[in-house]
C-alpha cells in the first residue's frame, strides 16, 4: 500500500555534484533553511564515498525530523538508512526495488512519457513520481525532452492518483501553474543555490505554491 504523502512538504530539494560545497555541507544549509525533504543526488562518486556520505545526509535530516531520499541506488538507502529511494528510468525495476525495501520506506519513480506514467501507476509498488522535465536544465545530463505544461497535463491522470513531483529548471513564478495541473509539488535543486541568500530562495518556493482550496 503506498505512503500516505499527504502531509509531505511541496518542495522536494535535490543536492546535487556541481556545487562548490560538498552534499553534506548543501544538506545542512538546506536544513537551515527549512527544508524537510531532501533527495541525495550523487552522479560521480565511488561505492565508498557514495555511502559514506549518504550516511552522513541521512543523520543530518534524521536529527532534524527530515525526510531523506537517496537517488538511483536501493543498497545505499538501505545501507544508509534512509527514509526511502527515488529509481530513475535506467536505476532499476520497481517491484524488484520494493521488495528489497519492504513496506515501510518510500519509494518513488521518474515519469518522462505516457508509458512510463501507464507503469507507474499500474505497478502498485510507487509512493510518488518525479515528472519532468518542465523545462531545460544542465543539472541533469542525458535530458529526457522537455515536456513542458502541454507534455504534463496529459500524463497526470494517467498515474492513477499517484502523487508527482515536478522537476526539470522550476522557478517560484511556475508554481502556480503546477499547482493548477494537479501536480503534489515540485523538485528543485539548482534554482535554490543560484541566490546568495538560500533560506530566502526556499521561503520564496513555499510561498509560491497556492494554497489548496
Given amino acids: 500500500m503506498p505512503a500516505d504523502l499527504s502531509a509531505a512538504p511541496p518542495l522536494m530539494c535535490l543536492t546535487h555534484d556541481d556545487l562548490p560545497v ?6 545542512r544549509a538546506l536544513l537551515a533553511a527549512g527544508a524537510r525533504w531532501i533527495q541525495l543526488r550523487m552522479k560521480n562518486a565511488d561505492h565508498a564515498t557514495w555511502l559514506a556520505t549518504a ?40 517491484s524488484a526495488a520494493r521488495a528489497r525495501l519492504g513496506p515501510d520506506r518510500i519509494l518513488g519513480g521518474t515519469v518522462n512519457d505516457a508509458d512510463a506514467a501507464r507503469r507507474a501507476a499500474a505497478c502498485g509498488v510507487l509512493d510518488y513520481v518525479g ?7 544542465a ?7 522537455v515536456l513542458g505544461p502541454e507534455g504534463i497535463a496529459p500524463l497526470l491522470p494517467l498515474l492513477g492518483g499517484l502523487p508527482a513531483w515536478v522537476i526539470g529548471g522550476i522557478r517560484p513564478d511556475d508554481l502556480p501553474a503546477i499547482r493548477a495541473l494537479g501536480a503534489r509539488g515540485v523538485a528543485v535543486s539548482s534554482a535554490l543555490f543560484a541566490a ?16 489548496q482550496s
Fill in 196 to 211: 546568495p541568500d538560500l533560506p530566502a530562495r526556499h521561503a520564496a518556493f513555499l510561498a509560491a505554491w497556492p494554497a
Fill in 139 to 145: 543539472t541533469k545530463k542525458n535530458l529526457a525532452p
Fill in 22 to 27: 560538498s552534499h553534506p555541507a548543501q544538506t
Fill in 131 to 137: 515528472i519532468g522535465p518542465w523545462r531545460f536544465t
Fill in 55 to 94: 550516511r552522513e545526509v541521512v543523520a543530518a535530516c534524521r536529527a532534524a525530523g527530515a525526510v531523506c531520499i537517496v537517488n538511483d541506488s536501493v543498497e545505499i538507502a538501505l545501507a544508509a538508512d534512509a527514509h526511502g529511494v527515488h529509481l530513475g528510468k535506467l536505476d532499476g525495476d520497481w
